[in-house]
């Protein structure tokens, strides 16, 4: 990694940042939302089996509503993913026009394309497309605050490994 590269993702914080697990992150992120907005949220439904033997419990006086916690459960994410949702949209707001489309093309669209099918089609390099894909992924990470950094104890040993520590 260059010089430059290093410092561009790092200006944000002292620590330096893991960048294949920040665009794991993204990713993953960028599909969740995708499924959530392509069939919405499917809900957990409640199992109650009954049992025909007697069952002995202990004086522990908790109270346990099954059907409760999955109705709260399924309040719970889906809020989350609408928030997440929210958040997508808030972040994709701060890219360029060329980088928004391109993160729609590979991970937001209902039937996703083969990159070189997409750079094509808009026209650009299958090398600018994949540059232009890295620039919106570190920036919508910065956004949304998926960052994962390296630990610093991780970090020297990687350093030591390779040489350079």
Known sequence: MSKRQMNSFTIFH???????????AVIGF???????????????????????????????HAIHKP?????????????????????????????????REVIERSYLAGEREYDFISCGEMGISDRTYRRIKASALKLLAI???LEVFVEPEERTATLSVHGVG
Do not use: C, F
């Open 67 to 99: 059907t409760e916690q999955v109705a709260l459960r399924n309040i719970d994410r889906e809020a989350e993913l609408r928030r997440k949702s929210e958040l997508l949209d808030q972040a994709m707001g701060g890219l360029t026009v060329m980088q």
């Open 30 to 60: 960028l599909e969740e939302v995708r499924q959530y907005r392509q069939i919405g949220y499917i809900r957990e439904l409640a199992s109650v089996t009954h049992s025909y033997s007697q069952r002995y419990h202990g004086a522990t």
């Open 14 to 24: 002292s620590l330096p940042v893991d960048e294949a697990a920040t665009r794991a």
């Open 143 to 145: 956004a949304m605050k």
